[in-house]
């Protein structure tokens, strides 16, 4: 759901956290207020044979001419066509299987990959044969957790074979049937990330599929709410087997797709994965010379956290360029879908590993889990039992929701703002939003790290002041860390365009801003560890909080 709405119920989001409590375990946050069966899968007739090195084959398909015309022109209604991966992610060369419900006769499935292909942001790599549409079950709803499934039969399988590493987006494109049916001119998407076998070397794109998957409403339900809109009849635990809502992809497109565009248009060599490989995988970042945790990457497991933590103590750059992230404490779950008794469909094969996001919130008590694994709480990060607040990692700290302020420049002559001609306490306004963190002296820190606050934008957050902050900080392996503070970070590259439609009435200087700002923090983070090639932050927290 669009995060500039308010979520029904107090205890849902985004309200004002006034006020923390450090603590020796951490802090304590105050009260929440304020079909015909497909041919084997070809590659698009402009694919090449695969070269032998990942980042030669990555450099090779940025230089391809693009698709223009991959993006969805009507979605319809919410049965025109929808579908949804079980898989999170493949290796290039892996198969899918993609299950697929739609009031139209047949479909077809075109496959791209989102770079930057010359400003076209977009390649088509595949294109299925015609496949004959069905209207699957409707939702299942696990009564225990109120968990929304759409236990359906798998369409088809989909092999990889020839597509690059890469984010992508897999769209249905449902045939008319006779006269103005339902499934006439409409389409969705299926987000699927191409994961890479190494980062060694690279810049890491760290998509965030478990924080699409807390908003998704598909079925009535989320992490947030249930069918009537309130907080307490939201779901406990959300699954990976059914469509995303909207569009079918709209996290990906509002926080991460600008991301992807402008770092494959610099030409850095890069990797590609996703938090769910992270927890699963404690060699995913090894070697990496940056992870780039894209614009609203909320929930994360221990796991995931340990790693990339890991990663930074060993010299990996990190990037956080939204806000709120790692907030929430997940657990991930397998989950075996039930075979149905009434079908011989290649669907009933169970389902891969880690499909369920289990997040109790407030509820955590309640969680069976909690009763063996006391430190396991499915709450935020920064609550007992088990507290551990997230800018321990980030340097700042997630304050609240909804905001909409000017984003104020402190330290003009940081090298995150060379070449952008800022001086001291110009503004960019409407670049802060919806929600923001801010560096807070008496939460826990990257000791013994000074932390530099490069931008301290002044703003009011359910009628109380605060401040939202950019800052910078390095670790004794020479990693540095920047957190932009804001959520609105990368909607602001696409700021003055008509990219996405929500730019929140940010123009073209803020997107020139925002993008040569993130190019900076993207070439240097690709040079290795930053303390070797960039000046040491500047402490200046206590000079700025001091007296506030």
């Known amino acids: 759901m669009n995060d500039d709405t308010q979520h029904p119920g107090g205890l849902g989001r985004r309200h004002f956290l006034a006020g923390a409590a450090a603590g020796a375990a951490g802090i304590t946050a105050a009260t929440l207020t304020a079909c015909d069966s497909p041919r ?41 066509v929808q579908g949804f991966a079980d898989k999170v992610s493949v290796l290039p060369g892996e198969e899918f299987g993609l299950h697929v419900s ?50 359906w ?71 947030y709410q249930g069918e009537d809109g309130a907080y307490r009849t939201r779901s406990l635990a959300v699954s990976f087997d059914r469509p995303y809502d909207k569009n079918g992809a709209d996290k990906f497109m509002v926080y991460e797709r600008a991301v992807v565009v402008l770092a494959e248009r610099l030409g850095l060599p890069l990797a590609y994965t996703t938090g769910i490989d992270v927890h699963a995988d404690p060699s995913a970042l090894k070697g990496a010379t940056a992870v780039v945790a894209l614009g609203h990457d909320e929930y994360w497991t221990p796991e995931q956290r340990r790693h990339v933590t890991r ?15 790692c907030f929430r404490r997940v657990r991930l779950e397998d989950t075996a879908r039930p075979t149905a008794k009434t079908t011989t469909s290649p669907a009933t094969i169970p389902s891969p590993a880690l499909r369920t996001v289990v997040c109790y919130k407030t509820d955590y008590r309640d969680d069976p889990y909690l009763v063996d694994h006391r430190s396991m709480a499915t709450t935020d990060f920064r609550q007992p039992p088990g507290a551990d ?54 939460a826990p820190a990257p000791s013994p790290a000074p932390i530099e606050i490069v931008a301290h934008s002044p703003l009011v957050c359910n009628g109380r002041k605060s401040h939202s902050d950019s800052a910078y900080y390095t670790v004794p392996s020479g990693a540095g860390v920047f957190a932009t503070g804001t959520m609105r970070w990368v909607e602001g590259l696409m700021a003055g365009t008509r990219e996405n439609g929500r730019n929140h009435g940010m123009d073209a200087r803020t997107g020139a801003f925002v993008t040569r700002t993130t190019e900076n923090v993207l070439r240097a983070f690709a040079e290795g560890p930053a303390a070797g090639t960039r000046p ?7 000079t700025l909080y001091t007296a506030w």
Request: avoid cysteine.
């Open 389 to 442: 607040p997230e800018s321990s990692l980030t340097g700042v700290l997630y304050e609240g929701f909804p905001t909409d302020a000017s984003y104020v420049v402190h330290g003009p002559d940081h090298w995150v703002f060379d070449g952008t001609g800022v001086r001291r306490g110009d503004s960019f306004a409407h670049l802060v939003g919806v929600e923001y963190d801010r560096v807070t002296p008496e």
């Open 311 to 325: 990663a930074r103590d060993a010299g990996t750059n990190l990037a956080f360029l939204g806000a709120n992230t």
């Open 536 to 542: 040491v932050p500047r402490d200046n927290v206590h």
């Open 153 to 223: 039969d798998r369409t088809l399988t989909v092999r990889t074979d020839g597509w690059p590493e890469g984010a992508y987006l897999l769209r249905l494109d449902p045939e008319s049937g006779p006269g103005p049916g339902p499934g006439h001119g409409y389409q969705r998407y299926v987000p699927l990330i191409v994961r890479s076998a190494s980062t060694r070397g690279r810049t890491v794109l760290m998509h965030a599929p478990a924080t699409w998957q807390a908003y998704n409403l598909w079925g009535g339900r989320s992490l």
């Open 40 to 80: 084997r899968n070809k590659p698009d007739t402009t694919s090449t044979s695969t070269p032998t090195s990942a980042i030669e084959s990555i450099d090779r398909e940025r230089h391809r001419p693009g698709t223009p015309d991959w993006r969805i022109h009507a979605t319809g209604p919410p049965d025109a």
């Open 102 to 151: 739609t009031t139209a006769p047949g479909f077809r499935v075109s496959v791209y990959r989102i770079g930057w292909y010359g400003g076209a942001q977009a390649r088509r790599v595949w294109r299925s044969d015609r496949v004959a549409g069905r209207v699957q079950p409707g939702p299942r709803v696990i009564a225990a957790t109120r968990t929304v499934r759409a236990d």
